[in-house]
């Protein structure tokens, strides 16, 4: 169903607002980026299974080696071109708006510490 034009109106200033009190996380938002990533990882599974049909023929020609090869190649390109993109941002945004990122801890923890940890967090949560 279609925005009505108050609506739209309304949407375009709101998004306006945004922009002019965080730039930052407005940018953030915009997605135009993960679309660009989508599109060379679209060319880049293209390039490589061309490639890869490529090697089959050689293959066909010399040894099977050279065609198994070609065929993994192939696969892979496919596989990396259907799979979407991660998204790498991941972290806790703090007060002032700056996004820290979520890294793991170094020390190898326990099954137990773990499982207390989530506990102890879901409590929390309550």
Known sequence: MPLSDHEQKMLDQMEQQLAAED?????NMQG??????????WVVGVVGALAGLGLVFVGINTTMWVGAIGFAL???????AVTPPRKGRLGVVQQDGAVQAKGRS?????????LDERWER????W
């Open 23 to 27: 730039p930052k996380f407005a940018s």
């Open 32 to 41: 135009s980026g993960l679309a660009s990533l989508q599109r060379r990882r």
């Open 74 to 80: 192939m696969v892979a390109a496919v596989a990396f």
């Open 106 to 114: 170094r020390r190898k923890s326990s099954l137990i510490d773990r």
């Open 122 to 125: 879901r409590e929390n949560k």
